[in-house]
């Protein structure tokens, strides 16, 4: 799983003319999933994005976490996170997950988010929409997390 999250102080997505999610001081997060990616990844990266210390303390130092002061969260579905852009001019996406994969895992995403950090500090855009996001990035502060699958060992 892919998270590109950005520090915002106020962020919004739109689809078809509707805001179906807004935010004031937080993170927005762009969400990838990938193609063996699981709900453990999920889960594990929610943790991460969660505790992840962007946020100033007295002193100006990013010690503060948007769990600790609070922040909305506004997560976008992204696949075009996963794309491989190593060879020619045309970004392949055959690193993403497959689309129902990929929903499933952005929908655990946010539902965990929303249990884990509050219904009325989470936001999302819509899997698979034409979606209109603005943002006014704070710093700017703009990090890549990702978490990639375990390797499983071999049963011999």
């Known amino acids: ?7 915002v ?9 509707q805001t179906l999610g807004a935010i004031d001081t937080g993170l927005m997060v762009l969400v990838c999933a990938e193609r063996n990616d699981t709900e453990a990844e999920a889960d594990a990266l929610l943790k991460k994005l969660l505790a ?5 303390d007295e002193a100006g130092k990013m010690n503060r976490s948007v ?6 969260l506004l997560l976008i579905p992204q696949f075009t996170l996963a794309a491989d852009t190593n060879s020619g001019t045309r970004p392949s996406f055959t690193p993403a997950a497959a689309p129902e994969l990929g929903l499933a895992l952005f929908e655990r995403f946010v539902d965990q988010a ?3 950090h509050g219904v009325d500090k989470v936001g ?12 006014t990035n704070d710093g700017p502060v703009t990090l890549w997390l990702q978490v990639k699958p375990k390797a499983t060992a071999a049963v011999v």
Not at 9 to 17: E, M, P, T, Y
């Open 9 to 17: 102080s106020q962020a919004a997505v739109v689809v078809d003319g």
């Open 114 to 116: 929303r249990a884990r």
């Open 52 to 56: 992840y210390r962007v946020f100033a």
């Open 67 to 72: 769990a600790d002061v609070q922040g909305g």
């Open 124 to 135: 999302s855009g819509r899997f698979g929409a034409d979606m209109k996001v603005s943002l």
């Open 1 to 7: 799983m892919i998270a590109l999250l950005q520090r």
